[in-house]
């Protein structure tokens, strides 16, 4: 497997691992929800089912996040070469080695450090459409592509 499988395989943990986090928080929420009784401090009952959906709205939006982690992540073609910097692109900067692909963050594959980051980050839109030899500037530093994979 070259690397660019094994740093895909990772954000699919990745995804995965909050996927199933997620659905576990979901569902003690809905028993939590159904297992909520009435008692004589009805104001007391009431706020207690009011926070428990809040809870499941945020979990819902979180479920959202992930579906669309999962469709980005569909997009990437492994086999593409591309001497521009797109989705799926490994790039080497003097600093560090990003993934375009989901903000995963840090990964480590064969001893090296790699940071997955979402096209949409502020580094990721800086990165995307990038080619060799290319410089931007991140907070305050300034950053050179090196290579391109």
Do not use: W
């Not at 979990?59 to 669309?68: E, R």
């Amino acid at each position: 497997m070259n690397v660019k499988e094994l740093l895909y395989n990772e954000c699919e943990a990745f995804v995965n691992n909050r996927l199933q986090t997620i659905e576990s928080i979901i569902s003690s929420n809905k028993k939590a929800l159904h297992s909520e009784t009435k008692s004589s401090a009805g104001d007391k009952h009431e706020t207690g089912r009011a926070m428990l959906q809040l809870e499941m709205e945020k979990a819902g939006q979180q479920l959202n996040g992930v579906q669309q982690m999962k469709e980005t992540l569909a997009r990437i073609v492994l086999t593409a070469n591309s001497s521009t910097s797109c989705l799926g692109s490994i790039i080497e900067t003097n600093s560090f080695t990003y993934f375009l692909s989901i903000s995963a963050g840090k990964i480590i594959v064969n001893n090296k450090t790699f940071f997955a980051v979402s096209v949409s980050s502020p580094i990721g839109k800086l990165l995307l459409g990038k080619t060799v030899n290319n410089e931007l500037t991140f907070n305050g530093k300034k950053i050179a592509i090196k290579n391109i994979l």
